[in-house]
């Protein structure tokens, strides 16, 4: 059975750091590019980064670029959302993904449940 598990939310100010895990297992974890998404109640799930663990490339959002660092560690088949400077705008559930890649919900096969962020003005 394809899990992913995200874990490392929680309520921070503004201006503080969090770091995000998805713990996946199931499936050949290098095989799958693995993105990290963000939803709001009453929005669109929407694209925050990726990584393709196969050649190292990365990929984020603008709203996101030099603040977020997305990473991966193979051996525990994990990725990393390194998250600084959060703002009051970051506040959402984060959910961790694997698929084809890019900034499509729909190019991703796999979720997991989401962890909830809340940065505090």
């Known amino acids: 059975e394809v899990q992913l598990v995200e874990s490392g939310g929680g309520l921070v100010q503004a201006g503080g750091s969090l770091r995000l895990s998805c713990a996946a297992s199931?499936?050949?974890?290098?095989?799958?590019?693995i993105g990290w998404f963000r939803q709001a109640p009453g929005k669109e799930r929407e694209g925050v980064s990726y990584?393709?663990?196969?050649?190292?490339?990365?990929a984020y959002a603008d709203f996101v670029k030099g603040r977020f660092t997305i990473s991966s560690d193979i051996a525990k088949n994990t990725v990393y959302l390194q998250m600084n400077s959060l703002k009051p705008e970051d506040t959402d559930v984060y959910y961790c993904a694997a698929g084809i890649g890019g900034t499509e919900p729909n190019m991703y096969d796999y979720w997991g449940q989401g962890t909830q962020v809340t940065v505090s003005s």
């Open positions: 199931g499936f050949t974890f290098d095989d799958y590019p």
């Open positions: 990584i393709s663990s196969r050649d190292g490339s990365t």
